[in-house]
């Protein structure tokens, strides 16, 4: 007996590790590119239908840099002479303000309009941090709604914003919530893309936690417990949010494991608001929360989905057939499968939850693949392929119903897919050169 033990545990090593390794192969490219991030590829409502997202915008604001504003729980690195924020968690949030530059500045703007609706570029645009301004921190109290700001950085924060929606054509505010494996800069330039096809339109956010550029910290469930403690952050940024900006609606749109932390910070605010005077959904203005290849557990994020649909005024769910990080994360650190994988097989119990859960939109990019000719997949498919960013963008900077953005309906009512006509259909829904959508402009 004793003699056997060995092999036993070399056994269980060697699968173990081999496992690790597959995970990163399959992450590695897809969680976090470290390297520079280059303007991600055209939506195909732009290079389809023959116009930029710039063109409306007026001379006196064309210029090629964008402002994203963040909130981060990463410490920042001790530089005096460099703004930046490292791998260490703290139990502060930092805020202030970082200048995207894209491509570069010598790339003209009629150049970046030019890029900006073809579907093939001649050349790259790469992503940069052109400046970076740090107000300072404060810190939300764990489980409740009162948060100190001793710095003024929260006070800073809203001020800054609210001057930027009352300046912008769109008065609505994105938050962006980046998956496993990326740095600061990476949730920052992912941000600033989504701000850009958006039409700059809008104010931007970009909500940074504090998860390590390996696959170990991922693959051991290290940094998983680190998104569930940013969620509180989140939480109570969200909530100061609501209570102190003049935005419309508050959009949430989160990628991977960022999914995972979105769910714990809505189901959270739920509790905190389910007994005050009025909605939830009144009191914190949530408008879009898009989960985009969802690393989050399908019985967890069922569990709490009566909180999320109640706070939220929609929830979009992406699914596809083939994502390989996802499949990968699930054989090595278990549970069920997640939310941004397709073909689940619930409980009655469950599909009575999904069923009262009015506002929930799937979208299951795979559907419809035969007759489209090609799936959709991958762990970056919602950011890279130009038929799912459409939809990205569309759900966020538009009140249009899924079919009115050209999805197909399924059997399931909450259930859609983007059919092989899509293209037909969004030049019958968007017959402007202008990405000017939202409802009542």
Not at 275 to 293: D, K, N, Q
């Amino acid at each position: 007996m004793t003699a056997a033990a060995p092999p036993v545990r070399q056994h269980w090593s060697r699968r173990w590790v081999a496992t690790v390794l597959i995970v990163g192969a399959a992450l590695t490219g897809a969680c976090a590119r470290n390297n520079v991030q280059p303007l991600m590829p055209t939506p195909v409502v732009f290079s389809e239908l023959g116009f930029s997202p710039l063109e409306h915008i007026p001379e006196s604001e064309r210029w090629t840099p964008r402002r994203v504003y963040y909130a981060t729980t990463r410490a920042r690195d001790d530089n005096f002479q460099r703004i930046d924020y490292g791998n260490v968690e703290t139990g502060e949030v930092s805020v202030g303000m970082t200048l995207i530059g894209f491509g570069g500045p010598l790339l003209s703007w009629s150049d970046l309009s030019e890029y900006s609706r073809q579907a093939e570029r001649l050349e790259t645009v790469g992503l940069s941090v052109s400046g970076l301004i740090e107000a300072g921190s404060f810190r939300p109290a764990p489980g409740e709604s009162e948060v100190s700001d001793d710095t003024g950085a929260l006070a800073w924060l809203l001020a800054d914003v609210n001057n930027s929606i009352e300046d912008a054509r769109d008065d609505d505010l994105l938050i962006y919530v980046h998956g496993a494996k990326v740095n600061f800069y990476n949730a920052s330039a992912f941000a600033a893309q989504l701000d850009h096809f958006m039409g700059r339109d809008m104010t931007s956010l970009a909500f940074a936690w504090p998860t390590r550029q390996n696959i170990w910290a991922y693959g051991s469930g290290a940094d998983l417990k680190r998104a569930y403690r940013a969620s509180g952050a989140l939480a109570s940024l969200v909530e100061e949010l609501a209570r102190g900006s003049v935005a419309r609606k508050i959009h949430i749109v989160c990628w991977s494991a960022g999914g995972r932390v979105v769910t714990s910070a809505l189901q959270q605010l739920y509790e905190r608001h389910d007994h005050a005077a009025g909605s939830p959904r009144e009191h914190l203005r949530i408008g879009t929360v898009y989960f985009a290849a969802g690393d989050v557990p399908a019985n967890e994020f069922i569990e709490a989905l009566p909180a999320i649909n109640a706070v939220a005024s929609r929830v979009i769910v992406t699914t596809s057939s083939r994502d390989e990080a996802l499949s990968a994360a699930r054989t090595v650190m278990g549970g069920t499968a997640r939310i941004g994988q397709r073909n689940h097989r619930f409980s009655d119990d469950q599909n009575r939850v999904i069923s009262r859960a009015n506002r929930l939109e799937v979208i299951d990019v795979s559907g419809d693949r035969q007759d489209r000719g090609f799936d959709i997949t991958g762990h970056r498919y919602w950011f890279d392929h130009p038929w799912a960013s459409t939809d990205v963008i569309l759900s966020v900077r538009s009140d249009l119903s899924p079919e009115e953005r050209g999805l197909r309906p399924t059997s399931e009512p909450y259930l859609w897919t983007i059919p092989a006509d899509y293209v037909a259909r969004l030049r019958k829904v968007i017959m402007t050169d202008e990405l000017q959508l939202r409802s009542g402009q």
